[in-house]
T-cell receptor, first 113, second 112 residues
Framework: ETGVTQSPTHLIKTRGQQVTLRCSSQ?????VSWYQQALGQGPQFIFQYYREEENGRGNFPPRFSGLQFPNYSSELNVNALELDDSALYLC????????????FGPGTRLTVL | KNQVEQSPQSLIILEGKNCTLQCNYTVSPFSNLRWYKQDTGRGPVSLTI?????NTKSNGRYTATLDADTKQSSLHITASQLSDSASYIC???????????FGAGTRLTVKP
């Protein structure tokens, strides 16, 4: 176990809805990164939060947004869900702005119908 | 086009045998390269991290090599075990931002 937790484990939504996914980072870590992993593919970097500020973003539209709280836990929000948003969403916590080792959570499986 | 390419896409070996997985990348400037093991439906688990100045790193039966000149890395697994069955993912970080580029992974199956 990495000490990184994510909720919920599974989620089913319909097109156009909004979703919020949550991640609790490992104790002592101030950086959280979010990834989208489609079936059979490697994870794609969405964005990273360091000390409550966005600290890098991948090639995802603005309807993917995030938040990091003072305790370094984080949320990923996706608006106007599309079918292609169906994926495993992973968060990873680390120190040192992600330069060091990253510890991944178990992921949230999102299905958009 | 993905800047991290892994080969083979899948591999089946017998328990006890060795294998080598390949990773080629075009990410530049390069900060570090990581290998992860991911069991189905689980989050990836870190195996090795190498900076551009390192050319080999071991973690038990896993040995990663890096050639920063040719932009190639390999992960060698010795004396494979059934529990090694998983996807192995190569991840390359860019120097100037925190974008981590993941390969699509190699799916390894170890059979008894």
């Amino acid at each position: 176990e990495t000490g990184v937790t994510q909720s919920p484990t599974h989620l089913i939504k319909t097109r156009g809805q909004q979703v919020t996914l949550r991640c609790s980072s490992q104790s002592g870590h101030n950086t959280v990164s979010w990834y989208q992993q489609a079936l059979g593919q490697g994870p794609q970097f969405i964005f990273q939060y360091y000390r409550e500020e966005e600290n890098g973003r991948g090639n995802f539209p603005p309807r993917f947004s995030g938040l990091q709280f003072p305790n370094y836990s984080s949320e990923l929000n996706v608006n106007a869900l599309e079918l292609d948003d169906s994926a495993l969403y992973l968060c990873a916590s680390s120190g040192d702005r992600g330069r060091g080792e990253q510890f991944f959570g178990p992921g949230t499986r999102l299905t958009v119908l | 086009k993905n800047q991290v390419e892994q080969s083979p896409q899948s591999l089946i070996i017998l328990e006890g045998k060795n294998c080598t997985l390949q990773c080629n990348y075009t990410v530049s400037p390069f900060s570090n390269l990581r290998w992860y093991k991911q069991d189905t439906g689980r989050g990836p688990v870190s195996l090795t991290i190498m900076t551009f100045s390192e050319n080999t790193k071991s973690n038990g039966r896993y040995t990663a090599t890096l050639d920063a000149d040719t932009k190639q890395s390999s992960l060698h697994i010795t004396a494979s075990q059934l529990s090694d069955s998983a996807s192995y993912i190569c991840v390359v970080s860019e120097m100037n931002n925190n974008d981590m580029r993941f390969g699509a992974g190699t799916r390894l199956t170890v059979k008894p």
